[in-house]
């Protein structure tokens, strides 16, 4: 059978196309002295600009890998160049190729990702993107030639599409196994269309970066999506670390090892982009909790539990109308009952004068709902994005509703959808959308004219629904204010 090898399309534009002085370009970025290495690292986080600018800190990572440690290289890569919504694209490949020689694709873990619909072949994917490709000639000089590698170039992800494409990999992955997320940070500047500041803007970048990079610490799938939306942060590879961040154990370490930015090296911070390096310390064979509480994991919140709910939601919303943040949830003057720590999703909702006037929630079960409600009490004033924020004036009139949810399960069929009972998620071609149960009541729509809204607010055309569509649904118990 003839060997197919893809010859990377970088040598020569990104790094040099002779061996010797490729060589001599990594050497030369090698940290001296060399780190320690580092025992357990599942998982790293490297840049993927040019070498001159981002070398510098992906070797500061790659140092610090035992390389016996590693077979098999899984590498996250954004695409740069084409539309991918909700899939990821590896290349028909036996063997990759650069200067340093050829690098072994895992073709049976292909082939097993190539069983779901999500995982494409598309040449167009792979042609001129570097995202994944400069990672290799790194890999081969710190790890070696008898590794195999995994090279997944990733579309445009929600958090639906981001948690299915971890949830096919998990199983894939073991001990010897690494994950290379490649992602630069933040890009600032005119030439990105990014410039959500213009005085110390070292500084704040740096302020920014950190604060993307504290949620991946915390493996906070959550506070990252949240982040990223209210700061509009332009981070690259954001639907990969996503990934790895559905992936991670909860007891993972992650520790940042290298930070840099192009503007400092340069002197020029009119447009700067961002480099920072983490490695992951856990063990993909540990037992991992579940991904998904099931609906008997939870109780009914009482009805004290739902008036201190209430309560925190109201002080919370007061004082983030004058402050612009949650206050400590000592200030509130809410006991956290036994109940109120139970993990939840949960939605909160503003209304005045009969009119909605902010709801913004999670689906997923990650957190106790008591935080739930803290935060979302904060993001329905301040951050829906369809309305300005809820003003001092305004909060004495407003009534708040909570929605506390079950988890959400996955069902065949639309048809397996109760109007009034179910609250719902629709999800195609990497756009999703969610209701409640109680909007379908509340506007008089049946199940049809409920999807019809719904896959109209997912950004998908009005019977989207009919045909190639994934559904979840969950139950509510939702109080509010008299």
Same mark, same amino acid.
């Given at each position: 059978?003839?060997?197919?090898?893809?010859r990377?399309?970088l040598?020569g534009?990104?790094?040099?196309?002779d061996?010797a002085?490729?060589?001599?370009?990594?050497?030369?970025?090698?940290?001296?002295?060399?780190p320690?290495?580092? $025992?357990?690292?599942?998982?790293?986080?490297?840049p993927?600009?040019?070498y001159q600018?981002?070398?510098?800190?992906?070797?500061q990572?790659?140092?610090?890998?035992?390389p016996? $440690?590693?077979?098999r290289?899984?590498?996250?890569?954004?695409?740069?160049s084409?539309s991918?919504?909700?899939k990821?694209?590896v290349p028909d490949?036996?063997?990759?190729e650069?200067?340093?020689?050829?690098v072994?694709?895992?073709?049976?873990?292909?082939?097993?990702?190539?069983?779901?619909?999500?995982?494409?072949?598309?040449?167009?994917?792979?042609?001129?993107?570097?995202s994944?490709q400069i990672?290799?000639? #790194?890999l081969?000089?710190?790890l070696?030639?008898?590794?195999?590698?995994v090279p997944i !170039?990733?579309g445009q992800m929600?958090?639906? %599409? %981001?948690?299915?494409f971890a @949830?096919l990999?998990?199983?894939?992955?073991?001990?010897?196994?690494?994950?290379?997320?490649?992602?630069d940070?933040t890009?600032?500047?005119?030439?990105?269309?990014?410039?959500?500041?213009?005085?110390?803007?070292p500084?704040?970048?740096? *302020?920014?970066d950190?604060?993307?990079?504290?949620?991946?610490?915390?493996?906070?799938?959550?506070?990252f999506?949240?982040?990223?939306?209210?700061?509009? *942060?332009t981070?690259?590879?954001?639907?990969?670390?996503?990934i790895l #961040?559905?992936?991670?154990?909860?007891d993972?370490?992650?520790?940042?090892?290298?930070?840099?930015?192009s503007?400092?090296m340069?002197?020029?911070?009119?447009? %700067?982009?961002?480099y920072?390096?983490a490695?992951?310390?856990a063990?993909?064979?540990?037992?991992?909790p579940?991904?998904?509480?099931r !609906?008997?994991?939870?109780?009914?919140l009482?009805?004290?539990?739902?008036c201190?709910?209430?309560?925190?939601?109201?002080?919370?919303?007061e004082?983030?109308v004058?402050?612009?943040?949650?206050?400590?949830?000592?200030?509130t003057g809410? @006991?956290i009952?036994?109940?109120?720590?139970?993990?939840?999703?949960?939605?909160?909702?503003?209304?005045l004068c009969?009119q909605?006037?902010?709801?913004?929630?999670e689906i997923?079960?990650?957190?106790?709902?008591?935080?739930?409600?803290?935060?979302?009490?904060? %993001?329905?004033?301040?951050?829906?994005?369809?309305?300005?924020?809820?003003?001092?004036g305004?909060?004495p009139?407003i009534?708040?509703e909570?929605s506390?949810?079950?988890?959400?399960?996955?069902?065949?069929?639309?048809?397996d959808?109760?109007?009034?009972k179910h609250?719902?998620?629709?999800?195609?071609?990497?756009?999703?959308?969610?209701?409640?149960?109680?909007?379908?009541?509340?506007?008089?729509w049946?199940?049809?004219?409920?999807l019809?809204?719904?896959?109209?607010?997912?950004?998908?055309?009005?019977?989207?629904w009919?045909?190639g $569509?994934?559904?979840?649904?969950?139950?509510?118990?939702?109080?509010?204010?008299?």
């Amino acid at each position: 059978m003839p060997t197919n090898v893809m010859r990377s399309p970088l040598a020569g534009r990104w790094f040099p196309a002779d061996a010797a002085e490729l060589r001599r370009m990594i050497g030369g970025l090698v940290p001296v002295p060399r780190p320690a290495a580092v $025992a357990g690292v599942c998982a790293v986080v490297v840049p993927h600009a040019g070498y001159q600018y981002s070398g510098k800190v992906a070797c500061q990572v790659y140092a610090r890998l035992v390389p016996d $440690a590693c077979e098999r290289v899984v590498i996250l890569g954004p695409t740069h160049s084409i539309s991918m919504h909700g899939k990821v694209s590896v290349p028909d490949a036996d063997f990759l190729e650069t200067p340093l020689g050829r690098v072994a694709v895992d073709t049976d873990f292909v082939a097993a990702l190539r069983s779901s619909p999500q995982v494409l072949c598309d040449p167009r994917a792979h042609q001129h993107e570097h995202s994944d490709q400069i990672q290799l000639p #790194l890999l081969q000089t710190f790890l070696g030639g008898r590794i195999r590698v995994v090279p997944i !170039v990733v579309g445009q992800m929600d958090s639906q %599409s %981001s948690r299915r494409f971890a @949830g096919l990999l998990r199983p894939l992955l073991d001990a010897r196994t690494l994950v290379v997320v490649s992602s630069d940070f933040t890009h600032y500047g005119p030439n990105y269309g990014y410039v959500p500041f213009a005085r110390d803007v070292p500084r704040q970048i740096d *302020a920014l970066d950190h604060q993307v990079f504290a949620r991946l610490a915390a493996i906070d799938v959550a506070g990252f999506h949240d982040l990223l939306q209210k700061t509009q *942060a332009t981070v690259c590879g954001a639907n990969s670390i996503a990934i790895l #961040l559905e992936l991670l154990p909860k007891d993972a370490q992650v520790q940042e090892v290298a930070y840099d930015t192009s503007g400092r090296m340069l002197g020029d911070w009119e447009n %700067s982009v961002s480099y920072l390096g983490a490695i992951c310390v856990a063990d993909w064979r540990a037992p991992q909790p579940p991904d998904r509480l099931r !609906v008997e994991d939870t109780v009914p919140l009482d009805e004290e539990d739902c008036c201190q709910l209430l309560k925190l939601a109201r002080a919370t919303l007061e004082h983030a109308v004058r402050h612009g943040r949650a206050p400590a949830v000592e200030a509130t003057g809410v @006991g956290i009952r036994p109940g109120m720590q139970q993990t939840m999703g949960g939605f909160v909702t503003l209304h005045l004068c009969g009119q909605l006037r902010g709801c913004i929630g999670e689906i997923e079960p990650r957190r106790a709902i008591w935080q739930v409600v803290r935060d979302r009490a904060v %993001s329905a004033a301040l951050e829906d994005p369809r309305f300005v924020p809820v003003t001092s004036g305004e909060t004495p009139d407003i009534r708040i509703e909570i929605s506390a949810l079950t988890p959400a399960r996955p069902v065949a069929s639309y048809r397996d959808i109760v109007v009034g009972k179910h609250g719902m998620t629709i999800a195609k071609r990497g756009r999703s959308a969610v209701f409640l149960p109680q909007v379908a009541p509340e506007q008089g729509w049946d199940l049809a004219t409920t999807l019809t809204h719904l896959s109209r607010k997912a950004g998908l055309p009005a019977d989207a629904w009919k045909e190639g $569509a994934a559904f979840t649904v969950f139950e509510a118990q939702v109080f509010h204010e008299v």
